[in-house]
């Protein structure tokens, strides 16, 4: 069955600090991939999406993202981390349903911590 | 930037009762989903819209829950009998096609 795995539960880094956040799918093909945040009771903000091409993704508030289709993962990183960036990461992948229509698979999430 | 829009931002609800969340999609998207997210568990699909019908829903959505697009910009999921187990953080989304699906801000349902 298809899924999305996120191996780390939690994470804390210091300010400052660099960041990788892993990502791993299981998918017969390429599906297009996704990196959600998510702040304590907000709703879901999209931070980068892969769909084809280049596959060093950039995206908003400094992250990016690498799919290796080798490792069948989609990590996120970031250079430099700021305190504002304490939350709730979610991988996800679309399965293209019949139709056109999507699918969302989220990942359990990773809930990062910044130390001053 | 366009955005989804949901309210209420919370609910409170007696079990037994008849909620329903509302969403405005963003206004070129043709597909609409709901999602939900119970405290402290993965964002889970639920179902998903398009052309006035239901395209897919998963096993969660069962006979309790509907949606229905009552005019040209409304999205509504109606949960008939909550439960207390229906207590959840419910997401709407909308997309264009298959492409980026973008989300609300989600509305908190506590069943009490």
């Known amino acids: 069955a298809q899924s999305v795995t996120q191996p780390d539960i939690h994470i804390t880094v210091s300010e400052g600090a660099s960041l990788e956040l892993r990502c791993n799918y299981s998918?017969?093909?390429?599906?297009?991939l996704f990196w959600y945040v998510q702040s304590p009771g907000q709703g879901l903000q999209l931070l980068l999406k892969?769909?084809?091409?280049?596959?060093l993704v950039q995206g908003i508030k400094g992250f990016e993202a690498e799919f290796k289709r080798s490792q069948s993962s989609f990590n996120l990183r970031k250079p430099s981390v700021h305190w504002s960036d304490a939350a709730e990461y979610f991988c996800a992948v679309v399965l293209p349903l019949s139709g056109g229509y999507n699918k969302l698979i989220f990942g359990a999430g990773t809930r990062l911590a910044v130390h001053p | 930037e366009p955005e989804v829009t949901q309210t209420p931002s919370h609910q409170v609800t007696q079990m037994g009762q008849e909620v329903i969340l509302r969403c405005v999609p963003i206004?070129?998207?043709?597909?609409f989903y709901w999602y939900r997210q119970i405290l402290g568990q993965k964002v889970e699909f639920l179902v998903s819209f398009y052309n006035n019908e239901i395209s897919e829903k998963s096993e969660i959505f069962d006979d309790q829950f509907s949606v229905e697009r009552p005019d040209g910009s409304n999205f509504t999921l109606k949960i008939r009998s909550t439960k207390l187990e229906d207590s959840a953080m419910y997401f709407c989304?909308?997309?264009?096609?298959?492409?980026?699906?973008?989300f609300g801000e989600g509305s908190w349902l506590t069943v009490v």
């Open positions: 206004s070129n998207h043709l597909y």
């Open positions: 892969y769909f084809s091409g280049d596959t």
């Open positions: 989304a909308s997309s264009e096609g298959v492409n980026t699906i973008y």
């Open positions: 998918y017969g093909a390429t599906p297009y």
